[in-house]
């Protein structure tokens, strides 16, 4: 049996609004497997992207443990953790540069030691060939592309810090529906062939069927289900998960 990858533990996370504390996340547990890609799945608002955060520390939860190989995270170095954790988001941000300086960003500035030297860096051109672009555009200005070329740069750029984990916040939902279909089809073959784990949010049922090994269905910051794919698009445990997969959406359930 495969190891767990991420192990979340009752997480919680309270904010202040208006004064008042307002829960995003509440007892929130579940497990990704090593090697698998796991769907973080519900309504809008119902905690998706604000958990994926948490995971490389861009949120910080208020209770519970998140563990990395069995590591709290709150114990890493933090920058430490966004390279071992790449996060891909559904509009790409690009640093000042070219294309390949963007690439090399965290090989360059981040924390592992033996990129540190210029000698060491690793060739942006590698990671374009990787993600399905010209090496050439290296030189290019990133803002001058395609949506979906800006999303695969964005992806050249995290996997240029050699992460274990991948977590996509939409990367595919910006784009028309052939570039949506060539990233998708890219993320999921570069999974399988590194071997990584990947924590998928979306709101396409049809994308998570193709995509995702596991889920995890939200509401309102609760988890109503985890389970492995297969079994919940076949018989949800839940009439929140019933509910959900029949299109009844967030004021039904």
């Not at 390279?83 to 090399?104: C, D, P, S, Y």
């Not at 910006?174 to 990947?198: K, M, N, P, V």
Request: charged share 25%; aromatic share 8%; glycine share 8%.
């Amino acid at each position: 049996m495969q190891s767990d990858k991420l192990f979340v533990d009752n997480v919680s996370l309270t904010i202040s609004e208006k004064e008042k504390p307002l829960t995003l996340l509440k007892d929130v547990s579940f497990s990704a497997r090593a090697g698998r890609v796991h769907a973080l799945l519900g309504p809008s608002g119902s905690g998706k992207s604000t958990l994926l955060y948490t995971f490389n520390r861009l949120r910080e939860i208020t209770k519970g443990r998140i563990y990395l190989e069995g590591t709290d995270i709150h114990s890493l170095d933090v920058l430490d953790l966004r390279r071992r954790v790449g996060l891909v988001m559904q509009k790409a941000i690009f640093f000042h540069g070219t294309v390949g300086e963007n690439i090399l960003y965290g090989p360059r500035y981040g924390p592992k030691s033996t990129f540190n030297e210029p000698n060491h860096l690793p060739d942006p051109r590698d990671f374009l060939e990787l993600v399905g672009l010209e090496p050439d555009w290296v030189d290019r200005n990133p803002n001058t592309l395609s949506g979906g070329q800006q999303q695969r740069v964005s992806l050249a750029r995290t996997l240029a810090n050699e992460p274990e984990v991948l977590l996509l916040d939409e990367p595919t939902s910006a784009l028309d529906a052939q570039a949506s279909s060539h990233l998708e089809e890219l993320i999921t073959r570069l999974c399988f062939e590194r071997q990584l784990t990947a924590i998928w949010v979306t709101h396409d049922l049809h994308q998570a069927k193709r995509v995702a090994d596991d889920v995890t269905l939200l509401y309102r910051g609760e988890v109503i289900e985890n389970g492995v794919a297969t079994q919940f698009f076949a018989q949800p445990k839940t009439q929140k998960g019933q509910a959900y997969l029949t299109g009844k959406w967030e004021g039904d359930l």
